[in-house]
């Protein structure tokens, strides 16, 4: 039987549903090959995870999704990161600080839209607060979340740079893919030219096996990925049980070799070494 596996998944450590060792229980019952945890911001989940996932036989490769600027969501994942790295650390606190800040000031401009969602009233209930927990609000209080998909995505615009991001996950080890490229809803003239120049700055690959990506997207992508010297990666991007681990379009599974080309990648290529 083919193995599969799933390179992009979400714990509560983001705004995932379940937590790490759920995460690993979860990969292990569904016969799950190898995983990363890349949560938002965060790498909070990482040690649990990886001693969970030697207990059950999981391969599991540490991981981030961090945000770079864009008019649309540009998310670009970090695979391999030197997770114990000081200067790491201290840019990732930075980080989920202002993304604190942009969750406040997202609840302060649905008021303005009239739903009420107090940031505090969460913390309070959750010990957290997350985009996750402010949709549940918000469909709590019986409103659909559409007419605020805009403010949900731009919520938050105190982003690095893509080069930023790039070179940010270099200088810490790590290998960086461009996540679910078709979210940014630009032509395929557009993408290939930002793909392009982050690939100048350093981008090792693009996820191309996604939920939200379409065949003929990735045909596309698996054209500029071909042409540039980038590696393809995939996941589900998991929160909860409303994708199928290990899938990326209904049924199709996201086939092991992904994982051994990432691995290789990793070990050819060394990142950061030359800096140190
Ligand atoms: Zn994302
Ligand atoms: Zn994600």
Not at 71 to 96: P, Q, R, V, W
Not at 210 to 238: M, V, W
Request: aromatic share 10%.
């Amino acid at each position: 039987m083919e193995k599969y596996i799933d390179l992009h998944v979400h714990t509560t450590m983001s705004d995932g549903m379940f937590n790490p060792k759920q995460i690993i229980q979860y990969a292990k019952k569904n016969n799950i090959y190898a995983i990363s945890i890349t949560d938002h911001d965060t790498i909070d989940g990482i040690p649990t995870a990886l001693f969970e996932a030697q207990k059950e036989g999981i391969n599991l490769i540490s991981g981030i999704e961090l945000n770079a600027k864009h008019e649309n969501a540009m998310h670009i994942l970090g695979y391999f990161i030197d997770h114990e790295s000081e200067t790491f650390i201290k840019k990732i606190n930075e980080l989920k600080m202002s993304r604190k800040n942009g969750l406040i000031y997202l609840c302060r401009e649905l008021k303005k839209k009239n739903i009420n969602i107090s940031p505090k009233s969460i913390m309070n209930m959750h010990g957290k607060i997350n985009k996750y927990l402010i949709e549940k609000e918000i469909l709590n209080k019986g409103y659909s979340i559409e007419p605020y998909i805009k403010d949900m995505l731009s919520f938050h615009n105190d982003y690095m740079s893509g080069a930023d991001v790039i070179s940010f996950i270099k200088v810490h080890r790590g290998i960086s893919i461009l996540a679910h490229p078709s979210r940014l809803q630009i032509d395929n003239v557009e993408m290939e030219y930002l793909i392009k120049s982050l690939k100048n700055h350093g981008l090792d690959g693009i996820e191309i096996y996604h939920p939200d990506i379409n065949k003929c997207t990735r045909f596309f992508l698996q054209q500029i990925a071909y042409k540039y010297g980038l590696i393809e990666t995939g996941g589900s991007d998991f929160h909860d049980e409303s994708v199928v681990m290990g899938t990326y379009n209904g049924n199709d599974k996201v086939p092991q070799v992904l994982y051994e080309k990432l691995l290789n990648y990793f070990n050819k290529h060394q990142p950061g070494k030359e800096l140190v």
